[in-house]
């Protein structure tokens, strides 16, 4: 059975993540519905990484088994067809090998997480960034992020559901950067490892903004992540500003298709 690999782009709003549920909208559901009426099913897809409710998606990477020899680019147009009104749309397709998994041939995770700064409530944006009203101190950000930068038990900052066996990660990455504009100040946090914990992110960066605001020194991030306790943790910050921006593989399989 020929295997694809579908490059995904998602508004998270309507679903309640992306693993299939019974009694709930998911992003999963939506592509295997839509992979169904071009093929007898039922189908299964495979994700590099499973967003949360209401989180976005730039790039997830998906693969799936079919039976039919499809052109990647009539495979993707026929899935866009029946995947609306959805916010869903297949980005990108590629033939790969049948051991390829969007998931375990991953060896890398990118992250971004939008905060909006501005006194005015938001609206053209809204449900897509994290609304913050006072003004953040970047520099105290970044140097609050350095502590988490290598290798660490990061056991404050993953839920208490999180089923990752051992809660040591290598957070690669974490780049704080202001976009001005009229509209107000776009703070961005870039993270990117090989794989992240549940609610890795969205702890980290509720904690950077604690430290943004004042409430927290840069060095409290040491101390939290030295206490392996989650109750160390600043709270968590909403899912709506958080996006999966990008998944890397050692040969990217769509790069002939770019």
Not at 226 to 232: E, F, H, I, Q, V
């Amino acid at each position: 059975m020929p295997r694809y690999a579908f490059r995904i782009e998602y508004d998270g709003a309507p679903f309640a993540g992306w693993q299939r549920q019974v009694e709930h909208p998911t992003v999963q559901g939506a592509i295997e519905a839509a992979l169904s009426r071009i093929e007898p099913g039922p189908h299964t897809i495979a994700a590099a990484g499973r967003t949360d409710a209401g989180v976005h998606a730039l790039a997830q990477v998906a693969h799936c088994d079919l039976t039919r020899d499809w052109a990647t680019f009539r495979l993707s147009e026929a899935l866009n067809y029946h995947l609306k009104p959805l916010p869903v749309a297949i980005t990108d397709c590629a033939r790969v090998s049948d051991d390829w998994h969007a998931r375990f041939s991953a060896n890398e995770r990118r992250y971004l997480f939008r905060i909006m700064s501005r006194r005015a409530p938001v609206t053209l944006d809204f449900g897509r960034v994290w609304h913050v009203r006072p003004k953040l101190d970047i520099a105290a950000m970044r140097a609050g992020a350095r502590h988490l930068i290598g290798l660490h038990d990061f056991t404050t900052f993953r839920s208490t559901i999180c089923q990752a066996a051992s809660p040591i990660k290598t957070l690669d990455e974490v780049e704080i950067s202001e976009q001005p504009g009229p509209a107000g100040t776009e703070i961005h946090f870039r993270l990117r490892a090989r794989s992240f914990l549940h609610n890795q992110v969205r702890s980290i960066v509720g904690t950077l903004e604690r430290v943004g605001a004042g409430s927290w020194h840069p060095d409290q991030v040491r101390a939290a992540l030295d206490a392996r306790d989650r109750a160390a943790c600043g709270p968590v910050c909403p899912p709506h500003g958080l996006y999966l921006a990008g998944v890397g593989y050692e040969h990217d399989p769509f790069a002939a298709q770019d």
